[in-house]
């Protein structure tokens, strides 16, 4: 499978930033201490681009 194959299953662009940043608050909520943290979600990443780190 190729990074293209894979890129054509993911979902459209609204619904994988909203399950990106749902990914990121229920890390925040379940665990609040910022060092346990493995998904971060940034709005505000580079020029106006988001990205999830994870």
Excluded: K, Q, Y
């Amino acid at each position: 499978m190729t990074a293209h194959d894979v890129a054509r299953l993911l979902p459209d662009v609204p619904v994988l930033r909203d399950l990106c940043r749902s990914m990121a608050v229920l890390e925040a909520i379940l665990s609040p201490e910022w060092e346990s943290h493995r998904h971060s979600f940034d709005t505000a990443w580079n020029s106006g681009d988001e990205v999830l780190s994870l």
